[in-house]
Structure formats: structure tokens, C-alpha cells
């Protein structure tokens, strides 16, 4: 019995981890996604990196979370913060820039 409460603990961090993973993973897809499939003009016009800029930092920040360093890691949370970055204030720029209706 006394084994028992680390086991578990291991099993809720391994849990814990593959949901953060599964997350990041999810989050930088997007971003990544997204980048490509916008204009290069859209993205001087509203004042932020190029294109290429964005595209190198998701696709590297995608790989490295994908290579193992995981959510957890230095590499795993610059990579959730460059895809939160790019979701929350560049996309957001590109939408009032193509269509005008704002944020909602």
C-alpha cells in the first residue's frame, strides 16, 4: 500500500502532461495553419513581422514540441506563447483588416 500513492502520482502528471501536450499542439497547428494561409501584404500592413517570420517561429516551435521537449519545457511554453501571440493580436489584425467587422 504504501507504493501506491506515488504510482499515482506519476499517472496524474503523465495525464496532466498529455492534456498540455495535446493542447499546444492544437494551439500552434492552428497559428501555423492560419499564417500560411494569409496574404504576405496583410502582414506589413498592419505593422507586425512578415509572413516568413511568423511561418519560421510556429513551424520551429511546432517541431520542437513535437520532437518531445513537450509542453512543459522552455521550448514547449515560447511555443504557446508565439502561438498565443499570433492568435490573440496578429489574427485579430488580419480579421479587421480584411473584413472591417472588428473582433466579434
Request: glycine share 10%.
Amino acid at each position: 500500500m504504501a507504493y501506491a500513492a506515488p504510482l499515482f502520482a506519476f499517472e496524474v502528471r503523465y495525464v496532466i502532461e498529455l492534456v498540455l501536450l495535446v493542447f499546444a499542439l492544437i494551439i500552434q497547428g492552428v497559428a501555423l495553419v492560419h499564417a500560411i494561409t494569409q496574404r504576405s501584404d496583410a502582414f506589413n500592413a498592419i505593422g507586425t513581422l512578415p509572413k516568413g517570420g511568423w511561418i519560421a517561429i510556429l513551424a520551429v516551435c511546432l517541431v520542437l514540441t513535437l520532437l518531445g521537449f513537450g509542453p512543459i519545457s522552455l521550448f514547449g511554453l515560447i511555443g504557446i506563447a508565439a502561438a498565443l501571440i499570433y492568435l490573440l493580436d496578429v489574427r485579430v489584425g488580419l480579421r479587421d483588416l480584411s473584413d472591417g467587422r472588428g473582433f466579434w
